[in-house]
């Protein structure tokens, strides 16, 4: 296993080495907080990072699979495209900002702004999510095995939000809307893939009311 030690060797030389192709396993100790920790990644190598991580950590991720042994400062997993990114603590605002594919965990809280425009990573957080998460997101799901704060979902297109807790005030055009027998398949599958432990059955569905932008059915999948 390749080790990068950040208290000797740089984020630039880090993200370097991720950016030629690595293969096999690779670990990050030390890294104190660091910003901009293996970004850009597009090969399927495994990141641990022993540690908490500043911001954007694994941002643009494609293929690899990345765990956080901390905390994530803001924008962490920023527009990840496939692969993975798991946290063993908290996460900063806007965790998953953009996702356009892939998984995010958190296993413990995320602040404000979680899965802001995401446009179809799946995201599950087994603690709390705070205000205007979900904000403008177009695709994919959003699990909050916790609570989620004030205005949810606000201004909401075709994404998917699922709830155990309690919920604040909802945003601008987000609902709750029925959950089927295929929803729950479909929630108890991606609880079992991220090794969540939560029922299925114990979740509330919010998704938008199509009242705020020009939507057409038969046109559904083009968005």
């Given at each position: 296993m390749k080790v990068f030690d950040l208290n000797t060797d740089s984020v630039r030389a880090l993200n370097q080495y991720l950016h030629d192709s690595p293969s096999g396993n690779?670990?990050?100790?030390?890294?104190a907080g660091r910003h901009c920790i293996a970004c850009g990644i597009d090969d399927a190598?495994?990141?641990?990072?022993?540690g908490h991580v500043g911001y954007y950590c694994a941002g643009m991720n494609k293929t690899a699979q990345i765990t956080i042994g901390g905390n994530a400062g803001p924008g962490v997993a920023e527009n990840i495209m496939s692969g993975s990114v798991r946290i063993k603590g908290n996460a900063s605002q806007s965790a998953g900002a953009s996702g356009r594919g892939g998984t995010l965990v958190i296993e413990g809280d995320a602040s404000a702004r979680c899965g802001i425009s995401m446009k179809g990573v799946d995201i599950v957080?087994?603690?709390?999510?705070?205000?205007?998460s979900a904000f403008m997101a177009q695709k994919g799901r959003l699990v909050v095995c916790g609570d989620a704060?004030?205005?949810?979902?606000?201004?909401?297109?075709?994404?998917?939000?699922?709830?155990?807790?309690?919920?604040?005030?909802?945003?601008?055009?987000?609902?709750?809307?029925?959950?089927?027998?295929?929803?729950?398949?479909?929630?108890?599958?991606?609880?079992?893939?991220t090794g969540v432990a939560a029922n299925a059955d114990d979740f509330r569905r919010y998704g938008s009311a199509r009242k705020l932008?020009?939507?057409?059915?038969?046109?559904?999948?083009d968005y």
């Open positions: 690779l670990s990050v100790t030390n890294p190598v495994e990141v641990s990072i022993d957080v087994a603690g709390s999510v705070g205000h205007l704060g004030d205005f949810l979902g606000d201004s909401i297109y075709e994404a998917c939000i699922y709830v155990r807790g309690k919920v604040g005030e909802l945003g601008a055009d987000c609902i709750e809307k029925e959950m089927t027998a295929a929803h729950v398949h479909g929630l108890e599958d991606l609880l079992v893939a932008y020009n939507f057409d059915i038969d046109h559904a999948d």
